[in-house]
């Protein structure tokens, strides 16, 4: 699978987040090393700290169908004028599934790369076999 396509999966996931309050939707494509793909939105709630963020959901829909998942590629849309890495909450929930590329992008310009450890060095680990 493409990083081109990863793209056009998570832009389109964009367009079924519920995002009544902030109007910021945001879509998220990850590639499983199983070589499996799960798309997520941002789901808000009008009780705001309740939202799912789009990375979470699409975590979750991966972990919904495969259960235990090692995560390759983690691409981000945002609906912004510079590309937007995943906020902290997220980045600690990707570390649990591996160290993969997370890649930032938006409609107006370049894309941005990095590795999940580079964004969040020293996660917190239990050490977990
Ligand atoms: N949001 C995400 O979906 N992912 C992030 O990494 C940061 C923020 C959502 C949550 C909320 O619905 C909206 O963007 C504005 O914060």
Same mark, same amino acid.
């Given at each position: 699978m493409s990083e081109?396509?990863?793209?056009? !999966? !998570?832009?389109? !996931?964009?367009? =079924?987040?519920?995002?009544?309050?902030?109007?910021?939707?945001?879509?998220?494509?990850?590639?499983?090393?199983?070589?499996?793909?799960?798309?997520?939105?941002?789901?808000?709630?009008a009780s705001y700290g309740l939202t799912i963020c789009a990375e979470r959901n699409a975590i979750a829909?991966?972990?919904?169908?495969?259960g235990s998942i090692e995560i390759e590629k983690l691409v981000v849309y945002t609906p912004t004028a510079t590309p937007t890495?995943?906020?902290g909450a997220c980045r600690q929930v990707i570390h649990e599934?591996?160290?993969p590329t997370i890649v930032s992008f938006c409609d107006k310009s370049e894309?941005?790369? =990095?590795?999940?450890?580079?964004?969040l060095p020293h996660a917190f680990?239990?050490?977990k076999d």
């Amino acid at each position: 699978m493409s990083e081109n396509q990863l793209k056009e !999966a !998570a832009k389109n !996931a964009s367009k =079924h987040a519920y995002a009544p309050y902030s109007k910021f939707k945001v879509g998220c494509a990850l590639l499983t090393k199983s070589g499996n793909l799960y798309t997520g939105c941002n789901v808000e709630n009008a009780s705001y700290g309740l939202t799912i963020c789009a990375e979470r959901n699409a975590i979750a829909q991966a972990v919904n169908q495969e259960g235990s998942i090692e995560i390759e590629k983690l691409v981000v849309y945002t609906p912004t004028a510079t590309p937007t890495p995943p906020c902290g909450a997220c980045r600690q929930v990707i570390h649990e599934f591996g160290n993969p590329t997370i890649v930032s992008f938006c409609d107006k310009s370049e894309s941005n790369s =990095h590795k999940a450890s580079d964004l969040l060095p020293h996660a917190f680990d239990l050490n977990k076999d």
